[in-house]
């Protein structure tokens, strides 16, 4: 049976900007229960009105998110966005979509992905931005608030950015992996080095 | 002018740039994929940048660029076609030049074909690949090209001391988001690969 693979541009990997962007796209799914959590957690955050709750609120949410980035990806994922399922499968270290090329909703799920493609890397965007602009206030306030809700925060911050960030390195380690073992099974020699964040593979066959 | 000229010599059409390669000529170098090509060569796999797109840019902010990036030997002028920009290309070849700075410029056309212009940014460069790719004479074991009847022209004392030697080079560049780039001269298993991740 042939196949056609519906290829998203980018990776997506991160699972909790996936949800938004299903969100977005009106869709729903099956989602993990660390996601309902840190809903909830966000929420508790967002209404904290004194230091001590912000502070508990605060590394509760850390705690949640640094669980995030840490637990194993899922192998797949089913969304449903108007009335059409989508599977997506977790390969070389990203989440794809493979279907009969034959299937009758190709272009309808097509369409639903570049939907999802846009609302990620919107959500994504978002949350960068958010992250370094929440840095940028709490280093102005830093001699306003006292040294527990700075921590607190901090603390919070750093472990949004590991989250975001895990799943990106997840699939490095992947590619990386994979890659390495394509290249030698040909006979190439490889070198192996950084350029700023980038990994440079030199492959030479004599 | 040169005839392929698109009137311009302040800018050129870029496709793409790659600040730091070992791939295309000996050494770490700041490649340039120019915008545009017409010789349409037969199974060509750089064929985004055969449309007279990309972006413009100008040819003293290039200079500027390359200047800026350090640890490179030298700079590489592929495409689309260089020398159907030849004018922009041969202000940056003298320019880069004149930085201490090596030139390897790649062109589907034959020597033969080169008018005034084109025929300056050859004398000027210090290797040279020519000739068009040709499908049928494909040979990933060939160093810098990719096709046999393309020839390599070492034409300046820069790289007298230069052992060459035939092999196959490909380059992977993986970036921090897991975006995954491929460059020089794959088998088709391992283009189908780097396709599909």
Known sequence: MSTVYVQVDMPITQIHC??????????????PEILNQIATARGVLAMADDTINRINANYQLAKLLKELATSEPLDSINITIDGINIQLTRSHGRYTVRLPNYDSQLPQIQSCISKLQSNYQA?????KQNITETLTQLEEQKDILSSEQLEGERVRLQNEKLALESANKQRVVEVTKELEEKLAARGFEIRKRMIGKKIVYQAVRR | MSRNSVGDIDTLRVGNISEHSTIYGPGVRFVIWTQGCTLACKGCWNKQFWAKSGTKVKVNSLIAQIASTEGIEGITLLGGEPLQQAEPVLKIIQAVQKLGLSVFLYTGYDVEEFDKTMQACFDNSDIAITGRYIQEKRDTSLRWRGSTNQIVHTQSEFYNNLLFEERNEVEFVISEDGIVSMFGYPDEELRSWASEI
């Open chain 1, 18 to 31: 996936l949800d938004e962007a299903i969100k977005m796209a009106g869709g729903t799914w099956q989602r």
């Open chain 1, 123 to 127: 959500g994504v965007k978002k949350l």
